[in-house]
């Protein structure tokens, strides 16, 4: 039998459960009985849960970090600004600005306009 994707797989074995469960309880097939079939299954169905855990924890840190990087956004324009304003450091033409990754007024280039076609 070729290897069904987990989504599959996963709905594949809780039907066959179901039905083996409610036609045939006591029988076996395979070499198993039926709890020795979930047996089987278990590993598989805790790794699934693992997995469902591990996704929230992620959406949960994903969201978290938005969260933060949204306040980190705001308090880095407030330092930036700071900067830029304090000229005992050099402004926005200082080695403070330029060192925080910012092009320094100096260096930027003359903006042109292109003329107006026409």
């Known amino acids: 039998m070729a290897t069904l994707a987990p989504n599959l797989m996963e709905e594949k074995y809780q039907t066959t459960i179901i039905a083996w469960e409610t036609l045939a309880p006591d029988k076996s097939f395979g070499g198993m009985t ?9 590993p598989s169905q805790d790794a699934r849960q693992r997995v ?5 924890q992620m959406t949960d840190a994903i969201k978290d970090r938005e969260t933060g990087d ?3 956004a705001e308090a880095l324009e407030l330092v930036v600004n700071g900067v830029r304003a ?3 450091v050099g ?3 200082g080695a403070l600005y330029k060192e925080m990754g910012y092009v320094p007024k100096s260096e930027r280039k003359p903006r042109t306009r292109k003329p107006a076609a026409g």
């Open 34 to 42: 039926l709890a020795q079939f979930k047996a089987t299954v278990k």
């Open 52 to 56: 469902r855990t591990l996704d929230a």
């Open 70 to 72: 949204e306040a980190v």
């Open 86 to 88: 304090d000229k005992s």
């Open 91 to 93: 402004g926005a033409d």
